[in-house]
């Protein structure tokens, strides 16, 4: 009885996706005049890639957590991700189909999944926090705080985005990210004021990631940084110092060695086959 | 029966995959059900965007609508407006507690910065207690809680406001 989605569905489906034609199907598509396309499709890249990437780090995470229930939090906090992934990626192939890698002909991989799993790393529009290997439990939740607290900022000001697509996904967006916020927010308060080896890795976590703070701003578009203020001062730890972007930027292309090695590990079974079908 | 009635009225009785003693409709996943030029075109909403339970649902409609002998069938996704808990049936909420599970309560509409521990108001779906306690905001499913009942000990899950 499981497989009868499988067996019974379109003989057209590739072996490692949803067979959901069309995931913004029912939505106006149209593309307002004032957006430009090709400037449009890089931004949605841009989202899509960063929540993809974050999600298979937070992945990465199953079965390694302090306890199960925050086992079970990362493994959902990276399913909310890459469902918005999925979906920007689509807006962005839409938009600008000249982003999706070319596939041998008669291919069953649907555009969101050849922008996932066949595009090598300096193809890819995340910033350079979100690729970074997993450190322990500080990292995660040092990093989730950071990303949260950008993404759900600019999010609430795309629910009035001229692209209806990219508003809906917001309006969907805001309240997932809410909850991520609201988790590694606790956790950053409760290691900083938890034991002298909770609060000093939490210390560390921050020392080592704070750099990539300029970066995300950036694409972020961050105008302030009242909410993380108001986390550091719960946890009573010193906003650290503002730091100015060194290197490229992921939006650029320009990426650290992990991206590689995560995609590797992402990409290789979906890129063994390419015309794979059920 | 008009052809539409019987759709929708076959489509009313498909249930969650991840929440069997709800049907779609109680849960307020499925959005509408029309014909157009023979088709029954239906439409459902994701509970959370990840959610990987949609292509089960869209799965089990196509085939709960065949069996009723409509030949062809489109389910569509419908991402505006977003799924919220308050959209979840007086009797989708009934079902939920004779089966254990605490229903949601009212959405929270300012995303404002919360770094205490959610308060909610429950009262365990098994004994009734009020005296409850959170153990993870999240649960097997990315749409629930699950808590603990310092009355009768028991642990249950609750639907999260979203």
Not at chain 1, 200 to 219: D, F, I, M, P, S
Request: glycine content about 8%; hydrophobic content about 45%; charged content about 20%.
């Amino acid at each position: 009885m499981a497989f009868d989605g499988l067996l019974e569905g379109n003989s057209d489906q590739w072996a490692f996706g949803t067979d959901f034609d069309d995931p913004l199907a029912g939505l106006d598509v149209a593309l307002p005049a004032a957006l430009d396309p090709l400037e449009h499709a890089r931004f949605c890249l841009g989202l899509a890639d960063d929540a993809l990437i974050l999600s298979q780090r937070l992945a990465e995470w199953c079965s390694r957590a302090p306890d199960l229930e925050d086992d079970v939090a990362l493994a959902n906090l990276a399913l909310d991700l890459l469902g918005q992934a999925r979906l920007l990626l689509g807006r962005a192939a839409l938009v600008d189909p000249a982003v999706v890698p070319v596939l041998p002909a008669g291919s069953p991989v649907p555009a969101e999944d050849a922008l996932a799993f066949f595009r090598d790393a300096a193809a890819f529009r995340n910033v350079q926090l979100v690729e970074l290997p997993n450190g322990d439990f500080a990292h995660v939740i040092v990093r989730l705080l950071m990303f949260s607290v950008a993404r759900l900022e600019l999010f609430q000001q795309l629910l009035s985005s001229a692209d209806p697509v990219l508003a809906a996904v917001a309006a969907r967006g805001v309240k997932e990210l809410a909850y991520q916020r609201d988790w590694a927010g606790r956790w950053f308060v409760t290691l900083a004021r938890g034991t002298s080896e909770s609060r000093r890795r939490v210390l560390a976590a921050l020392a080592g990631l704070w750099v990539h703070q300029a970066e995300l701003a950036e694409a972020y578009g961050l105008s302030g940084g009242a909410v993380l203020e108001r986390v550091f001062l719960a946890g009573g730890v010193a906003q650290p110092d503002s730091v100015v972007r060194v290197g490229g930027r992921g939006r650029d292309g320009m990426h650290t060695e992990a991206l590689s090695l995560l995609l590797a590990e992402m990409q290789v079974v979906a890129r063994a086959h390419p015309m794979g079908r059920w | 029966m008009s052809a539409l009635d019987r759709a929708r009225r076959v489509a009313a009785e498909v249930v969650d995959p991840e929440l069997p003693m709800l049907t779609l409709q109680d849960l307020g996943v499925l959005r509408s059900v029309e014909m157009e030029d023979g088709v029954v075109a239906v439409a459902i909403t994701p509970t959370y965007l990840g959610c990987p339970a949609l292509a089960t649902m869209r799965d089990d409609l196509v085939h709960r609508l065949q069996e009723a002998g409509f030949p062809s069938i489109g389910v569509r996704i419908e991402l505006d407006p977003p799924w919220s808990s308050d959209w979840i049936s007086e009797r989708g909420r009934l079902a939920l507690k004779q089966h254990g599970l605490s229903a949601p309560g009212a959405a929270p509409r300012p995303l404002v910065l919360n770094l205490g521990p959610t308060r909610r108001n429950l009262t365990c779906p098994r004994c009734g207690s009020g005296r409850t306690t959170v153990t993870s905001e999240f649960g097997a499913t990315a749409c629930k809680a699950l808590y603990r009942c310092d009355e009768c000990r028991e642990p249950f899950e609750h639907l999260k406001e979203i």
